[in-house]
């Protein structure tokens, strides 16, 4: 049997086609090579929502980028849509997302770090060299604050850092395909155990120490969170303990505060250490999971995003999405990852919880100096003679930190300026060298210690410029979330580029900044701006406003 | 629930549990300024845009008012100093970026309203780069120069609509609102449906007909009418937007339906009514016109086979022709399509039109194609044909089994409550030979083989028996025939089943179990499971599950058939159908008839009428020679259209009512011009029970009139003795005779806008759920019908190897009639086109957007070809909205013997590439 197809004169569809319709469904088709490829990487990892970063970081080690067709395929593989993969990727500054028509990237990338330091110690330069004198096969870009700024400037090839860096010994680096990371020397298993290592965790877990014992040894301590914020730790246990479970834990290692470079120490050279804490820790609050964030090893990895460090983003990283700080109230350790009680601490501050609960509460406290308690491991860069991190008794002054630990000023330079707490600390003159390191020292001169990064500036730096840069810092690791740090950020930055500030507007600015912001990172940014403004009346000497 | 007491600027106020401060404030009288917060139901409170940032006593920084809820003793102020400066500064940093208000995308947007009030219209601050204009859409201009970054619209479209298009992607001051992957919106997977532009508080998102190519606003309405959707059966109310007379744009309402949500087409789907081909004046067949069933007619130029005629003329010709073949060959020699798109007050006067003047009950309308065989089934085991409870029940649901329906593109409004309740927590089973968007929320698709239904449903019911996961005591409270099913499921073992219905037998078993066992489990159904022989049956198996599982009448459970036209469900109740007098009351029962007779004034045919299909072999047999056809469209939606139109161009006479001259009309003798939706008042029942009131949005174009009219003066001409006032009239008289409006008045209706049925008060809510104790049978139990299993009436053979289905895409509605001539949803799917899987288009070496020949024992059209993986191998999916493609001439009129619906879902076909046609076009 047949039939005529039926003849339709143009008329009849009421429809006059004023276009064609599309072939395929609406929006990008699954290309079904890409498609192999991902199934290939992620073969029987499990698909669920919160591994969406790791997922990319799969693809982005493989294949150097991420392209359209790998995401779109991914997107199907873990059933989500394309706006949520894509708006994750891009948030982050590791993954390179790559859509049809764009160039691939280079086989090899190398990160210049432009904080604060490196910038003081030739960063730019460096940074400007290696554009030049870089092959077609090698990508050269900016990087924030890669954490090694007792070696500035410091340049990241592929997953290896060249210290102290110049650009031939970068490119020859990059030429001899060294890429991968060194380990330093470290306290290993059996070297840990030998000296004690694990009897606490042990003991806690037997019952021959209690639970209470810990938490009253933290408490009579008075350990603080060494991350920055300075809340009470066993305070804060206690806080999660009395939230009904299942509770989680999050070790924040992510330590992207410019000039910040302690965490990343004591992990290499004495990891057990703070390994024990954080089971103690678990145990304590009895977790169902651990979950440690670490800007690049794997366990759960950031993906190049500061404010990743703000405890709730963080959260959010781990889960899987963009890292948008959460609203507080609830704090976490009612609401937090994947909704459940969740105890976060700094990595440091789990290290020490070993040596307070064995050695007692009193050997901490009997540290300290200037009326301050307890010991701070304070991470200096800039212009001193020996930067590094200075293991030193809580409370010391900018001066003495100088002078008894680091060897006195870089040769030819003049104690001018300092941040005592990173970027978002504030600038002190060098006037103000007397004032005790410590949490709630600094705060009524508009700074704060923070994580205790201390920067050292000299005769030969500029605040204004150092405040600039600390400013762009924060425009770009802003997260967009919020209206004042958002569009503040951008345009705190456009009036400081301007030769005259208009102090009067960046005032108001940072009052709003600080006032409305949803998290640290807004509420602080205006930090350095404020105190160049205050301490540094001769910078503005020149201009007429 | 305790409330809690708190200090907002010195006064003492209370805040519910769970009240934010901007909400407490706003009862107060005061609205705290607010860009990326909106008030509108489902949005939740992002506290991003910190335009209602509060001072509270106590605290390091200033709080968010939005989302912020106060805790007892709280002391809150609105407007210190502080919280002023920070309120300022934040519109100070905004309006630094927008382009120039005058020439902006929406001078009266909210954020312009805003500034003003703030006192901030102008910034001290430098102005960034922004983004260039995206004019890449068919009905939205995406301008992110004006945008804030608020994510309203990224809640719009991924929590609200769930469509998931929109992202907020890259970061800082970079961060951007995106389509998928920062692609064109035209380009990406968005709907259309618009509720990013509704959520959006700049101008940034913007229907693109407010907009001159500048991009600039130009178009303002004169004045807003509230009525509803004319589109589906989900019942959105809208508010249209008139200018000059025309209607500019919609915009979704605040529905117990729609919480404002609104689809594609209920969106932008509306200027058919101002399209060139309406039908403004009578049209009078000219007397050489011979009738073909393969004559087509110009609807721009229908003077080749028509001429203009006067309302007079064209009413007394109309009635005359029935009027002469009643008189000659008896009432059965009549028959009447009334229309699922009509309202209450129409469809109730069509049938008595039939009943009383034509005097027989041949009178049916579109119902028999899509829900016949459900009805039938819930009429026989339930006696009630409607929903248990509406499609928000999905939201108090633990389990939700949608089976043979494709709700995101049918019911797009519906289908986002079911997404919302997925993303709650909900476990959705989506059971469809295709796959579909709801697919992804999905705990399971089971994509079993086209027309096994039974077998699928039957293993389940075996599962739930065998493994004791009955409700016992709802079984022997509530139900009857409980132990004939267990008998005679016993041979329906998910291991025999799995291998007929494609689905492991694990995965009968813990999909069964899942049901079975949850708190509360519903079933929504569409026509994959009514359109087959064995419809009844397939439903007779939902309803079955539901007994003997309790899963009915209580929140979150229920069964629920997604009910196609906006008035289906009302035309039903209101009589439009062969068998029952309006609510159900069967034409045959002498003790039933009564009420009606005494008020109609009449006696009424006792025997049942004809059906749709059988109305067309009637008239081929030469039973019935003439036909009122209110605004449907048999030349296009009837099975195997050669034989339906080959039936309309064989009467003697024909009447058509409607907008345009349809398939339909091109074999009338007299076509009527009717008014649309929107230019009507009226009552419109929606799926859920839900009569709804629409307004007249405008007047009818020209000498258009308004079809209660038409009716009126049709059946006066035929001797009937009316003198209704307008729909008003013609619902009171209705409700006299159905039970099922008691205490819904009309005066009721225009008040409240929307009543649920049925409704025990007067001044009380309708009942949403029913069958809470019980059912409306006779012995007020339900009665479980087991279901054997049946294939389907035309099975693929060698020489037609595939299964054809038809459907509907999202943007087309039933035979196209309307949304061919939506300028948006033509510019969206402009041609007919075919669905295949990928894989058989390689196997067949066709490229996507080629032409294929299909054919089957019917009839043969040719058609473009979409690559689509959702639909299975085998398998050809077609929409039957396209004329130069119909895919009706291809299917099988194969009956359902109790629905008496025929087998939309599944016939044999052969496809084959042809020669590109399209270098000819």
Partial sequence: MSHDVQQVRSFEHPGQGRKRAKPTPKGRQIDPVAAQEIEMLLRDRPRRRDLLIEHLHLIQDTYKQISAAHLAALAEQMRLSFAEVFETATFYAHFDVVKEGEPNIPPLTVRVCDSITCAMLGGEKLLEELQNKAGPGIRVVRAPCVGFCDHAPVAEVGHRYVLDATASEVLATAAGGKTDPIIPDYVDYDAYVKNGGYKLLGDLRAGRISKEDVLKALEDSSLRGLGGAGFPTGRKWRAVLGEPGPRLMVVNADEGEPGTFKDRFYLLRDAHRFIEGTLIAAHIIDASDVYIYLPTVHLRRGAGAYICGEESSLLESIEGKRGLPRHKPPYPFQVGLFGQPTLINNLETLFWVRDIVEKGAAWWTAQGRNGRHGLRSYSVSGRVKNPGVKLAPAGITVRELIDEFCGGMADGHTFYAYLPGGASGGILPASM????????????????????????????????????????????????????????????????????????????????????????????????????????????????? | MTKIQFELDGKQVEAKPGETIWQVAKRQGQEIPHLCYSPAPD????????????????????????????????????????????????????????????TSHDPDSKFWHWAEKVGVTESRFPSAERWKPDSSHAAMRVNLDACIQCGLCVRACREVQVNDVIGMAYRNHGAKVVFDFDDPMGESTCVACGECVQACPTGALMPAVMLDEKQTRVVYPDRKVDSLCPYCGVGCQVTYNVKDEKVIYAEGRDGPANHNRLCVKGRFGFDYIHHPH?????????????????DQVDPANPFTHFREASWEEALDLAAQGLVRIRDQHGPKGLAGFGSAKGSNEEAYLFQKLVRTGFGSNNVDHCTRLCHASSVAALGEGLNSGAVSAPFSAALDAEVIIVIGANPTVNHPVAATFIKNAAKRGAKLIVMDPRRQMLSRHAYKHLAFKPGSDVALLNAMINTIITEGLTDEQYIAGYTEGFEELKAKIKDFTPEKMAPICGIPADTLREVARLYARSRASIIFWGMGISQHVHGTDNARCLIALALITGQVGRPGTGLHPLRGQNNVQGASDAGLIPMFLPDYQPVERNDMRGNFEKLWKQELDPVRGLTVVEIMNAIHAGEIRGMYIEGENPAMSDPDLQHARGALAKLEHLVVQDLFVTETAFHADVILPASAFAEKEGTFTNTDRRVQLAREVIKPPGDARQDLWIIQEIGRRM???????????????????????????????????????PADDPTKPGNEIIFTTGFPTESGRGKIVPARVRPPDELPDDQYPMVLSTGRVLEHWHTGAMTRRASVLDEIEPEAVAFMSPKDMRRMQLSPGDFIRLETRRGAVEVKVRADSDVPQNMVFMPFCYAEAAANLLTNPALDPFGKIPEFKFCAVRAEPVELRSAAE
């Fill in chain 2, 43 to 102: 949005y939740r409170p992002d506290g991003n845009c910190r335009a209602c940032m509060v001072e509270i006593e106590g605290e390091r920084v200033l709080a968010a008012s939005c989302k912020r809820t106060p805790t007892v003793g709280m002391k809150v102020k609105t407007a210190s100093e502080r919280a002023i400066a920070a309120q300022k500064m934040v519109m100070e940093l905004l309006v630094a970026d927008q382009p120039e208000r005058e």
């Fill in chain 1, 433 to 545: 060298d007397d004032i005790p390191l410590d949490f709630g020292t600094l705060e009524k001169y508009g700074c704060f210690i923070g994580s205790a990064a201390i920067v050292i500036l000299s005769q030969q730096d500029s605040v204004r410029g150092a405040a600039l840069n600390l400013m762009r810092f924060f425009e770009d690791e802003s997260c967009g979330q919020c209206t004042p740090c958002r569009v503040g950020t951008e345009k705190a930055a456009k009036l400081m580029e301007r030769p005259v500030w208009n102090r009067q507007l960046l005032e108001e600015l940072s009052q709003a900044m600080r006032d409305a912001s949803i998290c640290g990172l807004g509420q602080a940014a205006s930090n350095p701006l404020t105190s160049v403004i205050k301490y540094f009346p001769d910078e503005f000497k020149d201009a007429a406003e």
């Fill in chain 2, 278 to 294: 309406r039908l403004t004046k009578p049209l009078v067949r000219l007397p050489n016109a011979k009738k073909d069933a393969n």
């Fill in chain 2, 719 to 757: 001797g009937l003795p009316w003198n209704y006032n307008g729909p008003a009239d013609v619902y009171t008289e209705m409700a006299q005779l159905m039970p099922s409006l008691d205490n819904i008045s009309w005066e009721r209706l225009v008040r409240e806008g929307a009543v649920t049925y």
